[in-house]
């Protein structure tokens, strides 16, 4: 009896992890934070980034539109000041700190979308890949970036693995 509980449990534990995956690669340093602790309260430090829409390396049309639109959402969430520009077409990082400059923003960002997809098969579980970089505009130096890919299961949406996807890379 406690051989086959066993059995059970362990093509259980297969299954589950079997049907959603991901890979999430941070720097060391985390974004900036809006809400700090300070003590008997809690200080809103005032964080603009300009947001540029990701490249889009993908089959998908507008893959890189519908990723910028999920960041531009979650960063609202989390106190952020956008500047978006998500409906220009920003070729390079020399380019994006130049608008960021003259949008006042003390930060941009700028990423690409390598995967955004339905697998083929019975499932057709969704799949994403992100790239996601912020700089300060001042240098356009490095400040953040994550890369990560995820799929989960064949009823959930692009939309909600994507959203999950870049929460989980903005808290590390």
């Excluded at 001042?138 to 929460?167: M, P, R």
Aim: with cysteine.
């Amino acid at each position: 009896m406690n051989t086959m509980k066993f059995i059970f449990l362990g093509a259980l534990v297969l299954l589950v992890t079997g049907c959603s995956t991901s890979s999430l690669v941070v720097t060391q340093d985390a974004m900036p934070v809006v809400y700090e602790d300070n003590g008997d309260k809690e200080i809103k430090n005032d964080i603009r980034i300009s947001l540029f829409r990701l490249h889009n390396y993908t089959d998908t049309p507008r893959a890189g539109m519908r990723a910028s639109n999920i960041i531009e959402g979650i960063l609202y969430a989390k106190g952020y000041k956008v500047k978006s520009h998500l409906k220009e077409k920003v070729s390079s990082i020399k380019k994006a700190k130049k608008v960021a400059k003259e949008d006042g923003s003390k930060y941009f960002m700028y990423g690409g979308v390598s995967e955004w997809r339905y697998k083929t098969g019975i499932d057709g579980e969704p799949a994403v890949s992100l790239q996601l970089s912020l700089y300060k505009t001042k240098n356009a130096k490095l400040v953040w970036s994550a890369t990560a890919a995820d799929s989960d299961w064949g009823n959930a949406s692009i939309g909600t693995t994507a959203q999950d996807l870049v929460e989980e890379m903005m808290e590390q």
